[in-house]
């Protein structure tokens, strides 16, 4: 960072709870109110505001003529990439990798043993005072597919782990090779479905992934398989899922929807055989440390001119 004025850096956190930020730069808070802390004309580095829609994170954009790095606190961008357009050249956003693994791929976990074990009907059971004894399907033995395998698929592959899965499959937009195993390609897909007991998305929202789960997608998983989604809801055409789960042929654990929220009265949160949790994946006790540690650890590489890490894209 070359500067002969002090600039601003926008957090959604306050400075003084963020240790290890470094001095130099004037610290804005901003958590998507409606009026701005300063002027945006001097921000130089803005930490997006965590799950406020993308309506909040683009508002100050127009504004940051100067501004050089733009920062998320999720591992998507797709909230922020409407805005980019109203940037300069040479803006590097940057995602939160390291931040959310942890969580996402817990959340991931609990998705698939709530719904494979009947933790719903369960709940719904203890409600009414009925005792639902019975049968339920295991992980174990199970063949699941890994569809978005970058550091949160690679985490959720870690946690299943223990649980004696057949098989781990791998996608991801390129293909490579791991110390578990093959990363297929996207183009893989029709093979790799028709063996899948459970799918879990774990991919980014961008155009190559907008609707992947089609009803083509679904109509290839077999009888009786289990769609996880962790990743963003528009990943998934919630008409065709709905279709495939008002049959009772497909199963589905769902951390985000398309609508999200899910407006009251939509069909999807009444369709047999889903459970739906809402968009928490990252939103646990393991965010906030995990978050500050990446945003001090950024702020400190700008402040001194080093290379900013996460760099998803550069505009221009």
Not at 125 to 139: I, S
């Amino acid at each position: 960072m070359t500067s002969t004025t002090t600039p601003d850096v926008w957090l959604p956190i306050p400075a003084d709870e963020i240790e290890g930020l470094p001095e130099g730069l004037n610290y804005r808070f901003w958590d998507g109110e409606q009026d701005f802390p300063a002027d945006p004309a001097d921000c130089a580095f803005y930490v997006v505001p965590y799950m406020k829609g993308p309506e909040i994170a683009v508002r100050p954009l127009a504004g940051m003529g100067a501004v050089q790095v733009v920062q998320t606190l999720s591992a998507g961008i797709d909230h922020v990439q409407p805005g980019l357009d109203r940037l300069s050249a040479g803006v590097r956003l940057c995602n939160a990798k390291g931040v959310h693994e942890a969580s996402t791929a817990e959340l991931a976990l609990a998705l698939v043993l709530a719904s494979l074990r009947g933790f719903p009907g369960f709940v719904h059971g203890q409600d009414k005072e009925e005792w639902r004894a019975g049968f339920y399907p295991a992980l174990a033995d199970k063949s699941v597919l890994i569809v978005g395998y970058g550091s949160i698929g690679a985490a959720i592959e870690d946690r299943l782990a223990p649980f004696e899965c057949a098989r781990v499959a791998r996608v991801a937009r390129s293909a490579r090779t791991t110390a578990r195993g093959p990363v297929h390609t996207l183009d893989d897909l029709p093979a790799l479905l028709r063996e899948a007991d459970i799918v879990i998305l774990s991919t980014p929202l961008n155009p190559s992934t907008q609707g992947l789960v089609s009803a083509d997608f679904l109509a290839a998983m077999p009888d009786g398989a289990l769609l996880v989604n962790v990743a963003r809801g528009g990943v998934v055409d919630t008409k065709a899922l709905l279709s495939e789960l008002e049959s009772g042929r497909l199963r589905a654990a769902l951390d985000v929807t398309d609508p999200e929220p899910l407006p009251a009265g939509h069909p999807l949160w009444h369709a047999p055989n889903v459970l739906i949790t809402p968009h928490v994946g990252g939103s646990t006790s393991a965010f906030l440390p995990r978050a500050k540690r990446l945003l001090a650890g950024q702020l400190t590489r700008f402040a001194a001119g080093e290379p900013v890490q996460n760099v998803v894209l550069t505009t221009g």
